[in-house]
């Protein structure tokens, strides 16, 4: 158990049945009146936003979330199929639970599957990927005013926007939180 008072950014707690991990928290002391804690959490399940407050004793049960190092084997479809590194079971997951974090992913690359008890909820890519340009249009000298881009879509299918120098069959190196290129390899 953890008490409202001992919140910590990134810890994850149950409330109301619900697994939140707090985002932002602050304690606050009015001139008048008892403190509370209020709080920034997002339910980790369905991504919601949930602000609320609570009395520092309040106290709520830490939920343990696994994050399971996998390897993404390949898509059926709708589906996704993954296997353990450890134990080599392999699980298959649909696009609801996917959604587009296999955005810059390619198949055989190892990602975290993320559970709370036994259910999984969200896949979790590397930070940064490698990524090799596919299809781009060439740059033109002169073009540049400021800080020109142009869209290039890389071997998974996704579009990243590239500076112009950056030609077909270059490989990047890409934030897969924000999906903005960050150099070439």
Known sequence: MIAAGDFKNGITVEIEGNVCQIIEFQHVKPGKGA?????????????????????????????????????????????????????????????????????????NETVKVCSYNGNVFSVEPPLFVELAITETEPGFKGDTAQGATKPATVETGAVVYVPLFVESGDVLKIDTRTGEYLSRA
Do not use: C, W
């Open 35 to 107: 403190a509370f804690v209020r709080t920034k959490m997002r339910n980790i399940i369905n991504g919601g936003i949930i602000e609320k407050t609570f009395r520092p004793s309040e106290k709520f049960p830490k939920a343990h979330i696994e994050r399971k190092d996998m390897q993404y084997l390949y898509q059926d479809g709708d589906i996704f199929n993954f296997m353990d590194e450890e134990t080599y079971d392999q699980i298959a997951l649909n696009t609801e639970v996917v959604g587009d974090a296999l955005k810059f992913v390619k198949e």
